[in-house]
């Protein structure tokens, strides 16, 4: 099944309903199926392999995610924010491509040899064309190409194809299950798989799709007070900082019924502050990779509402997982040999499921025989099948022979009171290979000093995990997707004196 019969679905039963608002630009669901059809024709006629797109954003992502799924080819969404000689690399690699960007970029990539750059407004003008009449159906064909962030080289680019998209959702989204009034702000950028994940599955439960082409959590607030939205999905800082916002200048959100988040490790204490400024709001954690085709678990709103309820530290601290695996998929925790371990013991994240692709543009399959993908995720999963994030496999800190794990030691920091943020990471140490390092964000007006820190952890914690080195920042580094920069900040930190 191709990914554009979900938008044909909803076109057929929902036509007239409004499908995508971004500022004053709207589509209903009939009116978006034309403009991707026409689209498609354009691609065709082109001769492209690829149909990417370089921009925040816009109605332009649904209608060319839905086009290039008509005309059979891969759709590419590029980081804006990444310097002009890295995408001139990228497009190099998916050359002949049809590209959507904005004026400026339009006119520097025009002479791009195999690239075709058209600005968003010229791609959704209607076209002379006439639009395609059927779909492709290889389910086995490439849906779309998502490049890694290339922290350790030249970025890869993860393989989706159509067959694990649509496993997706219809595993985790009913066909049409939003009422009229539903909508949804997608305020995650295009080239994130959240991005394209929250597109295919509004437009299957036919929801309308309002966008936030910039994050700011006081647009974000504004918008979806404005728009009446009713559903949403964040990333950790995003959440942090709507939280901070609406205690800032408080605003009434009664619309809002359903709050999802993933896409990093949650902090307990921004997920306790969400829930106390919105307890009529259901939230989610939604624990996926790119190369799953999104989300392969959560923790849904029961589960939060009776951990957040609990006195018992041990169903409290569920608030800190990220729940269990979707029907259909499985997870196991491996240790370094790739045998499984018990419940509770840490290891690496093995995950296996039909929406799974767990491929690499030229680099093939990264699946075991078995059918399991090594997602380089470290952490556990507890006696009742909840799993638990310690972060990336390769943050591990190895000290003295002992594998410490940074987030481990970043929730017990960011109990103390003075503590707004933290990051932990290993720098060489001659005597035990590697030292603990922390980097703190305090709370505004609150002081601290690093040795109270450090009695802090040795009481909760083993005295080897309490950090040797403790640095004090006004923020820290993240992604517009927020993920921690934590190589960037090893690195900052291997070039600053101890201080």
């Known amino acids: 099944m191709n990914i554009a019969m979900l938008l044909e679905m909803a076109a057929d039963a929902f036509g007239d309903r409004e499908a995508v608002r971004c500022g004053s630009a709207t589509f209903d669901y009939q009116g978006l199926q034309r403009a991707a059809r026409g689209a498609a ?41 990444l310097a002009d000689g890295e995408i001139g690399a990228l497009l190099g690699r998916i050359a002949p491509a049809h590209l959507v960007t904005d004026a400026a970029r339009a006119a520097q990539f025009s002479d791009h040899i195999g690239i075709a750059a058209v600005t968003r407004a010229a791609f959704l003008a ?29 970025p890869k680019a993860a393989v989706l194809r159509h067959r694990h998209l649509v496993s997706y959702i219809l595993a985790a989204v009913e066909f049409g299950a939003a009422d009229a009034e539903e909508a949804t702000l997608v305020a995650v950028p295009p080239y994130h798989v959240a991005g394209m994940a929250a597109v295919l599955s509004s437009v299957y439960a036919a929801r309308r799709i309002v966008q936030l082409p910039h994050f700011d959590a006081y647009a974000w607030i504004a918008l979806a007070a404005a728009e009446r939205v009713t559903h949403a999905f964040v990333v950790p800082t995003m959440l942090a900082r709507i939280a901070d916002a609406l205690i800032e200048r408080p605003v009434a959100l009664p619309a809002l019924r359903a709050l999802s988040y993933g896409g990093g490790k949650m902090p307990l204490a921004v997920i306790e502050r969400a829930m106390q400024l919105l307890p009529y709001v259901a939230f989610t954690n939604a624990y996926g990779l790119t190369e799953t085709s999104s989300t392969i678990a959560l923790l849904d709103p029961g589960d939060h509402r009776a951990a957040f309820d609990s006195d018992d530290p041990g169903l409290r601290r569920r608030l800190s997982s990220v729940g269990r695996p979707l029907p259909g998929v499985d997870v196991e925790v491996r240790d370094a040999e790739g045998k499984p371990v018990a419940a509770g013991e840490r290891g690496e994240f093995h995950v296996r499921g039909e929406q799974v692709a767990g491929e690499y543009l ?61 990051a932990v990471v290993g720098l060489p140490d001659e005597q035990w290979g590697e030292a603990v390092a922390a980097v703190i964000v305090l709370r505004p007006g609150a002081t601290v000093r690093a040795e109270e820190l450090r009695d802090f952890v040795r009481a909760r914690l083993r005295s080897s995990r309490a950090p040797e080195r403790i640095e004090f920042r006004v923020a820290l580094p993240y992604t517009d997707t927020g993920k921690l920069l934590r190589r960037q900040l090893k690195a900052e930190l291997l070039g600053d004196p101890p201080g």
């Open 362 to 422: 030229g680099h093939g399959s990264r699946l075991g025989a078995d059918g399991f993908f090594p997602t380089r995720d470290a952490g556990f999963i507890d006696a009742d099948g909840y799993l638990f994030l310690d972060g990336r496999l390769d943050d591990v800190i190895v000290r003295g022979g002992e594998n410490l794990s940074p987030g481990e030691i970043e929730d017990v920091l960011r109990e103390h009171a003075a503590v707004a943020d933290c």
């Open 126 to 154: 209607p076209g002379a064309l006439e639009p395609v009449s059927s779909l492709p159906d290889d389910g086995d064909a490439i849906a779309i190409l998502l490049f890694t962030s290339g922290t350790t080289g030249a």
């Open 41 to 81: 024709a354009t691609l065709v006629a082109s001769g492209c392999r690829h149909a990417a797109l370089l921009d925040e954003s816009s109605p332009a992502v649904p209608v060319a995610l839905f086009a290039a799924a008509a005309a059979g080819i891969p759709f590419v969404p590029l980081s804006y924010r």
